[in-house]
């Protein structure tokens, strides 16, 4: 019962996890690039929710919307000003740039921000279920429930996006062969704006989802990426739907490691996993192959 | 590669060649030296180069040894390694472990350090047979995070607050009592190492094993179907870079006479891949550039901000910011040949 | 193009020289009519908060002392260095100020691992060093040089025992701590004088202070029906495991250490943190007119309630300066007179009466505080 119980609490964080490593993977995808960066940009999105909330008393979803809107242009800024015109360069200068971009914009928060950890105002009215079977007693909270439950819609209306949209077709299509998109006429540069922006969007909920459940510092951003990255990998890079069952699996399995092992192992996980499967198996669970051209 | 190839400059493979060659590193040391031993000879009350600016000193020397042995990794077969750390401070650890559990003495533990940072580096170097480029930097830095949650957990290693009251070396006398300020027999060892790894990668630049690191650099396939055993020398770069890293890293917690997790962690592992980057991949002088560099600007800085009346630590903001330029400007860095990277 | 390149190689040569050059002469500037001192703190980074309010609390202090007069006519200056939580940033700092002979004291740093790293600097340098936590046992008696204004961890477990003891009476609890030496230092204190009242440890474990995710220790602490759950936390983690443990209908009161009494560990707990116990060495609602004093001066400075920290920072700078004037009477104030002087400290601060033992340690009872309606107060 305990092993069911610690199962639930990780759903939440396992759909956080999801959510931030497909903003990792469709950038991977399509750009090719490990976006370093985008654990700050979860930690924008945190920080526009937190004061967006605290300070103009907003609505949950109506700060959740715009964080996330806030989340997606600072991502798309991002691409414009520091990897656009690396474009042609070598790929090992896109990924020093972004390991600066990412110092910079983290300590840059610590500027602004002051860098001590800050609870979200109380938004919801959360409630304990407690169910009883036989002797053993099974918790359910309201809020982790409704935190799954979103990261569940945005995914779906991800998927819907992906499979259903002009757009969203283009960009699965260029995650998988890239240089065949850009000869069938699909206009490049607009699909990777498009690709961070969505990227950033996913960000800037998962950093929103983050502060409502826990708390946020400008530091956050660095393990939470991160992480992400590991998750992307392990559901293979440029999967999203690998994406959204490594991170579930993910937060299951930290919760099971904490909860059976220690603690003290939990962030470790994360990259163990992650070296095993890319020693393993490369593609990762559900991940394409990646052609290495001659 | 799509690189606009920039005009040929003549100065530039002049001045690396200059910096490369034996009198720049006659006159590199000659200044250590001087700047290490001058307060012994002069008879004054004050420092004229203080323990602290010794301090840094020390701290630049040790990284540039952890900057040139990454350059194995990172310059010679051209893989990105973010884990370089966990070899410097697994070298921290052995050493000092051997020499307050086991009571070795310190030289024997130094090797000692070397040697098993550089038995980690073949599992750890293992993956890149497997995977490459922007995978292997994720595998090594999961790797070097690992490192550092296993510090951070285990009973021996004293958890998060480390080992304290470790030994310092000792030649006779103890090294901390040599000289006015007891880090001058520091500073020698620390250049002496450097010196050495300096010259032995210039002999290995043009020798079989350095022309088979530019074949696997330049084109693995191409490199493989001229017989260059792959496996060898990729996992040959891994543990040159580990032993030597290992090395600086026992040095510098019994410089320091303190280990903690932080010697592991993955921040230095950037500071020590962008020092590389900085300098020039491949660039001995580079190596030393980008160390010296990245330890004295931030402490310059420091001055600065307290001159300004800052109330905040800019170095890191601009630090990003200069990474993001060099790409921009001069992505092979200050002393770098002109094709480093490969797309 | 040629030229660009050029022009960075020019500007990087010259950030290199006015560097070098900085860090060359930074031992001069001996100022005339000033006592300086010198802090060693994280100003960023993770452990940033606890570093800014000891240093808020500090520069409070100085800008009375200074606007009463300073020292016999001479003003107090603080330097700061900022280590970011990093020993080897720390050691830098602590040799930097060693090196100026004008600098009197040293304070800071916060964290035990960066103290550690500090020490052996300072006490070659003999210059008096002093902090407000760094509570390790490993730090107890390290250097004649060495003040600690702070109860070291192998005392405050006791202290908790005997909250649990006094105030709940329970017979069986559970200690979660986060894994480092403070929490360990915490464990072994709590465990022997949790025995020696009869009381069952069901069952202690560790976590990363870095974690935000506690719902798979508790539930595996509510699974173990105790009468208490004892923290050894400070205010972010504390805070968290307190709203998550409610979260997740757990009742059972909730003890903890002195790093729970924070303003922000309400912020984080929200209604949660109602009814937790936890030990102080300062409350801001505390009514004695001199605390409230402080209180007040702190929010008008600094916009925010007065912690812990801030509140030692601000007893520690008037140690330092009654210290100071003990060794002025006697003569120029120099490190050794000052060291002399601090080891006689005997000052009745907002926090208690700060004495220091033969080890440098500071030895005193502390206050029981709870939370109600999301201030805090005495328990009674």
């Known amino acids: 019962m305990i092993l069911l119980q610690q199962m639930i609490n990780g759903l939440a964080l396992g759909g956080i996890y999801a959510l931030i490593a497909i903003g990792w993977t469709v950038v991977f995808g399509i750009v090719g690039l490990i976006n370093w960066t985008h654990g700050e940009v979860f930690m924008v999105g945190a920080f526009v929710g937190f004061f967006l909330i605290a300070s103009f008393k907003m609505n949950l979803f109506v700060a959740l919307g715009i964080a996330m809107l806030v989340s997606g242009l600072t991502a798309v800024m991002i691409d414009r000003l520091a990897y656009k015109p690396l474009r042609t360069s070598p790929r090992m200068a896109a990924f020093i740039t972004a390991l600066g971009a990412s110092t910079f914009l983290r300590y840059l928060g610590a500027l602004v921000w002051e860098p001590h950890s800050r609870a979200y105002p109380p938004t919801l009215d959360f409630s304990v279920l407690t169910l009883t079977i036989g002797s053993q007693q099974l918790t359910i909270n309201s809020l982790q429930l409704f935190i799954f439950a979103v990261t569940l819609v945005i995914m779906a209306f991800l998927q819907w996006f992906i499979t259903q949209t002009m757009m969203g077709k283009a960009m699965l299509a260029a995650s998988q062969d890239f240089e065949t998109v850009t000869l069938m006429g699909v206009e490049v540069e607009r699909l990777v704006i498009l690709t961070f922006f969505v990227s950033g969007l996913l960000g800037g909920a998962a950093g929103v989802l983050v502060g409502v459940l826990y708390a946020i510092d400008p530091m956050m951003g660095a393990m939470a990426g991160l992480k992400g990255w590991a998750v992307a990998v392990i559901g293979g890079v440029g999967s999203i739907s690998g994406a959204m069952i490594a991170g579930l699996l993910l937060g299951v399995v930290e919760n099971l490691t904490s909860g059976f092992i220690s603690s003290g192992y939990r962030d470790a996980i994360a990259f163990v996993v992650m070296v095993l499967v890319l020693v393993v198996k490369p593609t990762g669970l559900m991940g394409f192959k990646f052609e290495e051209k001659v | 590669m799509a690189v606009v190839a920039p005009p040929i400059v003549k100065w530039r493979p002049n001045l690396s060649k200059l910096l490369g060659g034996p009198k720049a590193a006659l006159c590199f040391s000659a200044v250590i030296l001087f700047m290490t031993w001058v307060d012994s000879l002069a008879l004054t009350e004050d420092y004229i180069f203080t323990p602290y600016f010794k301090h840094i000193l020390f701290v630049s020397l040790i990284y540039s040894v952890a900057t040139l042995s990454l350059n194995f990794v990172s310059g010679y077969i051209g893989q990105t390694s973010l884990g370089h750390a966990a070899f410097f401070g697994l070298g921290g650890y052995t050493s000092a472990l051997l020499t307050q559990v086991w009571h070795l003495p310190f030289w024997p533990s130094f090797l000692a350090a070397g040697l098993v940072a550089a038995a980690v580096g073949v599992p750890l170097g293992a993956p890149a047979l497997r995977v490459r480029g922007p995978f292997l930097v994720v595998v090594t830095y999961g790797c070097g995070e690992v490192f550092k949650f296993i510090a951070l957990n285990l009973e021996i290693t004293g958890g998060p607050a480390g080992l304290p009251g470790l030994i310092s070396p000792s030649l006779g006398v103890s090294f901390a009592h040599i000289g006015p300020t007891g880090k001058e027999a520091f500073i020698v060892a620390a250049l002496a190492l450097a010196l050495f790894l300096a010259f032995l990668m210039a002999r290995i630049e043009d020798s079989r094993v350095g022309h088979a690191f530019a074949a696997i650099r330049e084109d693995e396939i191409a490199a493989a179907t001229m017989g260059v055993n792959l496996a060898y020398y990729k996992l040959l770069a891994f543990v040159l870079g580990a032993f030597f890293a290992g090395l600086a890293g026992s040095l510098f917690v019994h410089y320091l006479s303190f280990v903690s997790p932080d010697t592991l962690s993955s921040n230095e592992s950037i500071m020590m891949l962008t020092m590389v980057v900085v300098g020039g991949a491949r660039s001995i002088p580079g190596s030393f550039l980008g160390a010296f560099l990245l330890t004295f600007i931030p402490e310059g800085l420091r001055y600065f901000k307290d001159f300004l009346g800052l109330s905040y630590d800019p170095w890191l903001v601009l630090f990003g910011l200069l990474l993001i330029i060099m790409m921009r400007v001069r992505p092979q860095g200050i002393l770098g040949a002109e094709t480093v990277f490969r797309r | ?380």
Request: glycine content about 10%.
């Open chain 3, 1 to 380: 193009m040629e030229k660009n390149k050029r022009l960075l190689a020019l500007i990087l040569t010259l950030v290199f020289v006015v560097a070098i050059a900085g860090c060359g002469g930074g031992s001069g500037s001996s100022g005339d009519k000033k006592l300086t001192i010198a802090m060693v703190n994280p100003l960023s980074g993770d452990a940033a908060t606890y570093g800014v309010s000891h240093k808020n609390g500090m520069e409070l202090a100085r800008e009375e002392i200074n606007k009463a007069g300073g020292i016999k006519g001479q003003q107090i200056e603080i330097l700061f260095h900022d280590d970011s939580g990093d020993p080897k940033q720390a050691a830098a700092g602590a040799q930097k100020f060693a090196d100026q002979k004008n600098i009197l004291a040293i304070a800071g740093s916060c964290l035990s691992s960066s103290t550690l790293a500090m020490v052996p600097i300072t006490d070659k340098a003999k210059l008096p060093h002093t902090v407000v936590s760094s509570s390790t046992p490993k730090l107890s008696g390290i250097s004649p040089y060495f003040f600690r204004m702070a109860v070291q961890d192998d005392k405050v477990g006791g202290l908790m025992a005997d909250l649990v003891k006094e105030k709940i009476n329970a017979k069986k609890v559970v200690f979660l701590y986060p894994n480092n030496d403070y929490g360990k230092g915490l464990l072994t204190s709590l465990e022997s004088r949790l025995k020696e009242h009869g009381i069952a440890l069901a069952s202690s474990q560790a976590y990363l202070a870095t974690d935000k995710d506690f719902s798979a220790l508790l539930t595996a602490v509510k699974a173990q029906n105790v009468d208490a759950l004892v923290v050894g936390s400070t205010y972010t983690d504390g805070g968290l495991i307190t709203k998550q443990a409610r979260e997740m209908g757990l009742t059972i009161p909730i003890v903890g250490p002195t790093g729970l009494f924070s303003p922000k560990y309400v912020e984080i707990a929200g209604k949660a943190a109602e009814g937790a116990i936890f030990l102080g060495a300062f409350i801001a609602t505390n009514p004695d007119p001199a605390v409230q004093s402080f209180v007040k001066k702190y929010k008008e400075k600094f916009g925010m309630e007065p912690d812990t920290f801030a509140a030692l920072g601000y007893d520690q700078m008037y140690v330092l300066a009654k210290a100071m004037e003990e060794a002025a009477a006697k003569g120029a104030v120099s490190r050794e007179s000052l060291k002399e002087a601090m080891a006689k400290s005997n000052y009745k601060g907002i926090t208690g009466t700060v004495t220091f033992d033969a080890k440098g340690d500071w030895v005193r009872p502390y206050l029981y505080i709870t939370v109600k309606d999301g201030k805090f107060e005495l328990y009674k």
